[in-house]
Structures are given as C-alpha cells and as structure tokens.
T-cell receptor, first 114, second 111 residues
C-alpha cells in the first residue's frame, strides 16, 4: 500500500515550457486535490476532484489544468510555465472518517521555473 | 469565505518547556479544525482533529468558538517535535473535504 505517489520528485523548467505532474493513490479514495506550498503562504488549493469524472477550481487555478483520469489518478498540467509557478506541489486524497475528512498527502514535487 | 491565520512563522522553545502554536479562523458556519504536521524529509500528515478530542504525541488542541481559535499545546516539548505545523479548516457540507490551510509555523525545539 503505497498511499499517494507523485512523479517527478524534482523538475526544472524554462519559462514557457509545459509539463504534467502525475499523482496516483491506491486507497480507493473518491476525492483528490492539488496544492502548492510557498513560504509564508501555507498550502493553497489549486484544483480538486470530488469524484472520478469531476474537477473544480480551488483558490489559485490560473495557469494550471487538471485531469482526473480514473479513480486512482489525478494529474496537474502547466501549459506554459512561469517563474511564479516555482513552488512545491502536493497531491492529496481524502476519505470520510468519523463525520470528517482526513487527507493523505504525497511526498511533493519541487518545481523550479527559470 | 473561510480564513485561517497562524500569526507566528517561527517558534523556538527549549526541550521540556511548554509550547503553544496559535491558530485563529474566520468562518460563518460550524467548522471542523485540524492540525497537520510535516517533519523534515517526510510528507504532511494529520496530527489531530478537534472532533476527536484526542491527544496525539502529547499535543492537544481545544476549539474555542467564542475566540475562533484552535491553538495547539504541549506541556513539555521534545526535540522530535521540531517540524512545520499547519492549522486547517474544513467547511463541511458539500465542500468535499477541501481544506483551507494557515500559513504554517516552524517549531524548533532546542536541546
């Protein structure tokens, strides 16, 4: 049981390049999320998927797109990377437990855009 | 919209001293509050939730609706408590588990 996995762990892009961050979970969770972590800003929600086949914007969706490929996988795409997207990206999934949600996080992807 | 504020970016204490990490929130409804922790080179993980009224690793947190606070406390800090701590809020209902996080507090416990 690997939990939530993310690839790649590190990536350096040039401005204008595109890339896709991959996320998968093996816990049979319905909901999945993408966050970015920046110093002094905490974690901010980029997009989420309440269930397979649905996606919705979070707090900071501009410059990103997502795909919920199936129940296990939720990818994040940067179409034209910008230096402002330099950040650590976390994927998470959640389950309902005791009338509340518990989120499980991946190890993160550290992205640098030059 | 909901908001979570952690006023301290950095907090340093000595081993054995009490520690309190502050968290204030604003939300018009009845929220669920959580503390998440990220140890060095580890992934973010749930520490405790207010609905469970539990003590994890000696930490407790009480939801004070009057002061809209959910401060994390431990009477005797240990060096292994050094980590980044995030307070988070779930608005409930159809928000599908979406969390609003505070800015985080880096706790350092000195020997």
């Amino acid at each position: 049981n690997a939990g939530v996995t993310q690839t790649p762990k590190f990536q350096v892009l040039k401005t204008g390049q595109s890339m896709t961050l991959q996320c998968a979970q093996d816990m049979n969770h319905n909901s999945m999320y993408w966050y970015r972590q920046d110093p002094g800003m905490g974690l901010r929600l980029i997009y989420y998927s309440a269930s397979e086949g649905t996606t919705d914007k979070g707090e900071v969706p501009n410059g990103y797109n997502v795909s919920r490929l199936n129940k296990r996988e939720f990818s994040l795409r940067l179409e034209s990377a910008a230096p402002s997207q330099t950040s650590v990206y976390f994927c998470a999934s959640s389950r309902l437990r005791a009338l509340s949600y518990e989120q499980y996080f991946g190890p993160g992807t550290r992205l640098t855009v030059t | 919209a909901q908001r979570v504020t952690q006023p301290e970016k950095l907090l340093s204490v000595f081993k054995g001293a009490p520690v309190e990490l502050k968290c204030n929130y604003s939300y018009s409804g009845s929220p669920e509050l959580f503390w998440y922790v990220q140890y060095s080179r580890q992934r973010l993980q749930l520490l405790l939730r207010h609905i469970s009224r539990e003590s994890i690793k000696g930490f407790t947190a009480d939801l004070n609706k009057g002061e809209t606070s959910f401060h994390l406390k431990k009477p005797f800090a240990q060096e292994e408590d050094s980590a980044m701590y995030y307070c988070a809020l779930w608005a409930g209902g159809t928000s599908y588990g979406k969390l609003t996080f505070g800015q985080g507090t880096i706790l350092t416990v000195h020997p």
